[in-house]
């Protein structure tokens, strides 16, 4: 994942999962296929290398 990708996007997600901590939490993302991609290597389980994503 780039430095720029995580310096913007990763403290949404920090403060998405706190906030879910204390209450249900329901989010939608419009976003490029390249972020799903980048968002799934760094999350998803299994765990699979960026370009094995692939967003159809």
């Given at each position: 994942?780039?430095a720029g990708?995580?310096?913007?996007?990763?403290p949404?997600l920090?403060?998405?999962?706190?906030q879910?901590a204390?209450?249900e939490?329901?989010?939608?993302?419009?976003?490029?296929?390249?972020?799903?991609?980048a968002?799934m290597e760094?999350?998803a389980?299994?765990?699979?290398?960026?370009?094995?994503w692939?967003?159809?």
């Amino acid at each position: 994942m780039c430095a720029g990708f995580e310096a913007k996007v990763l403290p949404v997600l920090r403060a998405l999962e706190s906030q879910r901590a204390e209450e249900e939490l329901q989010v939608a993302c419009i976003v490029h296929g390249g972020t799903i991609m980048a968002l799934m290597e760094r999350y998803a389980e299994p765990r699979k290398p960026y370009f094995e994503w692939g967003v159809k």
